[in-house]
């Protein structure tokens, strides 16, 4: 009889079979919540944490209870915690190393959540991180989206701002009074260095004394030599004295312009002071740019971090396989070959991903597909849709997007969220001191559509508010302060509009909103009155400050003036020596 089971192949068959069992049972869980621990740290740059892992064979997948990622920017705070994750993976892509997700299943997923303990990591990258965010700053300011304060509401002390302000006007003619001293100074050398009347007086002795000599043949061949040499030393003084003449005409007629524009620097000095300290109509007609703009940009600016953050992930460009690149090996440690593949798939694919939101006002569900830095191989763009509905305070609330990296060098982006019927309860509208803006209550529709080609950028917000009631508390007294806070009191609905253009480096913010209109028509003419009192005030008291040392500075260009009619003096002077008899016929050489 043939003997079906062979004794000693099955006992260590047996044994190998219970050593995997127990390898499975009392490591694997825990081997596998190590690497994903692991990893995730690696790619947030701050802990993440799981309570359990558990691996299933069949079907193949694992459970994962409690995860939490940090927030790398507050150790104290998880940017996400998952109460309970599912997958279910591809085994026959496990074989071929591939991690195939099929679907996952994620509930109670809530963000910003306390931390007992800190989630920080050492950084190695952090001066990196730093560059980053300073490009960000950069490329925020570029783009005029920057804290500005409002002006104060209430006229300020004119005596008190000229304290507090240096006005710049008072250094322009200072400058211009210490380059004229130089200039008088320099020409009064020059005067001292140039042909004077001694000079001029020895010249009519040597002309007098030639013109006394004997008229023999040889006295006169030896006048008519010396006569051209006299000539010659004459013409040189006249020359030095016509370049400067020239020199100083140019001067001159520079330092008269430079006087005639002193006088609109005051003028420069008024206007900015008074764009400064006042609201004026044309300040009001762009509340909408201080005020929604400002705490738009708060948003941007975090959004446009986490976009740099998760560019390296998303924006993950492959290699064709087609035209693999070809590099020496290391010696010792031989080359990793990449064969092709009848269905090939990538390294890592989420096909199908569900979750269930929750948030302070209720719960949303989502959908995402085609996870995978490598959609090239895939074919297929990564896709989200959120829905929510009767959430608290708020009708519904939808979110579709797209990413598509299909081909890597012309991605494209694309968000639309629309809410409708939302609740606003004490939304602060703006910190600025000089007018602080809370909305206590208001019904908002809001729309958001965000779309980015290659590098060129568009998004817009609309927005709608009904049922306003805003507060202010500008702290200032004056009928300006008391005309704002009640236009502000009165304002029961209000359109915004906020638009983004541009590319990713570069772009523009353009606010509008009715706000504009609605203050403006309210208080308009009584900005527009206190302003004038203000510049007139202002005007004023600056030029009886400046009044002083611009006369001055004129009488010193006054007295600059005679330093030329000196020169021309000299200059004639040494025009006149020339006709004289003894010239008559004299030529110079070239």
């Known amino acids: ?33 190590r690497v994903i621990e ?48 599912t997958l279910a993976l591809d085994s026959r892509a496990l074989l071929r190393k591939k991690v195939i997700v099929e679907e996952i299943a994620m509930d109670g997923v809530r963000f910003n959540t306390a931390r007992s303990t800190s989630g920080a990591i050492r950084r190695v990258s952090r001066k990196k991180t730093a560059g980053d965010t300073e490009k960000i700053k950069k490329i925020l300011e570029k783009a005029g989206c920057v804290k500005v304060e409002l ?158 953050r998760i560019k390296p992930y998303v924006n993950r460009s492959g290699k064709s396989e087609s035209a693999p690149q070809a590099a020496e090996p290391l010696r010792g440690k031989g080359v990793n070959i990449r064969f092709p593949e009848k269905n090939p798939l990538p390294d890592f694919l989420i096909r199908q991903a569900r979750a269930n939101i929750i948030l302070e006002r209720g719960a949303l569900t989502g959908i995402l597909e085609n996870v995978t830095t490598d959609q090239q191989m895939v074919g297929l763009p990564l896709t989200f849709r959120f829905l929510g509905r009767q959430m608290q305070g708020m009708q519904s609330f939808n979110a579709i997007g ?24 004490d939304f602060v509208l703006s910190t600025a001191k000089a007018l602080p803006v809370t909305i206590q209550e208001a019904l908002a529709d809001v729309a958001f559509d965000f779309s980015l080609m290659d590098s060129n950028l568009t998004a817009r917000l609309t927005s709608g508010f009904k049922a306003v009631k805003m507060k202010t508390n500008t702290g200032a007294s004056g009928r300006l302060a008391a005309a704002v806070t009640s236009a502000f009191s009165g304002i029961d609905a209000f359109d915004a509009t906020v638009l983004v253009k541009g590319t990713t480096e570069a772009y523009t913010f353009d606010v509008r909103s009715d706000l504009d209109k609605i203050l403006t028509t309210a208080v308009g003419d009584l900005v527009r009155k206190e302003a004038a009192n203000f510049t007139s005030g202002l005007e004023k008291e600056i030029m009886a400050r400046v009044s002083t040392p611009l006369t001055e500075a004129g009488a010193r260009l006054k007295a600059f003036g005679p330093i030329g009619d000196e020169l021309t003096r000299r200059l004639d002077a040494g025009g006149n020596l020339l006709k004289a008899d003894v010239f008559k016929g004299v030529k110079l050489p070239l």
């Open 38 to 85: 692991s990893a995730g740290t690696r790619v947030v740059g701050a802990k993440v944490e799981i309570d359990r892992a558990d691996v299933s064979l069949f079907p193949v997948g694992l459970s994962i209870t409690r995860m939490q990622v940090t927030n790398p920017d507050f150790p104290m705070t998880n940017a996400v915690e998952i109460a309970d994750m």
């Open 1 to 33: 009889m043939k003997r079906w089971i062979r004794w000693k192949g099955l006992i260590p068959f047996v044994c190998i079979i219970g050593a995997l069992v127990v390898f499975w049972y009392l490591f694997l869980d825990t081997i596998v919540e």
């Open 151 to 308: 002006p104060s509401l209430q006229m300020p002390d004119i005596q008190k701002v000229l304290a507090d302000e240096n006005l710049e006007s008072l250094k322009i003619i200072q400058e211009y009074r210490s380059d004229l001293e130089k200039e008088k100074q320099t020409y009064q050398e020059k005067l001292a260095a140039l042909p004077n009347e001694n000079d001029f007086a020895e010249y009519r002795r040597r002309i007098e004394k030639l013109q006394g000599k004997k008229t023999s043949f040889n006295a006169l061949l030896n006048t008519v030599t010396d006569a051209a040499n006299l000539k010659k030393d004459i013409q040189a003084d006249i020359d030095r004295l016509e370049n400067e003449v020239k020199s100083f005409k140019k001067k001159f007629e520079e330092l008269r312009i430079r006087f005639s524009q002193l006088s609109k620097a005051p003028e420069e000095d008024i206007r900015r002071l008074k764009d400064k300290y006042t609201l004026s109509p044309q300040g009001m007609a762009n509340f909408s740019q201080l005020l929604i703009g400002t705490r738009f940009c708060e948003w941007w600016e975090k959004g446009y971090h986490w976009y740099q």
């Open 402 to 425: 797209e990413m598509n990296q299909i081909r890597p060098d012309h991605p494209a982006y694309r968000v639309d969220i629309n809410i409708q019927a939302f609740e606003i309860n």
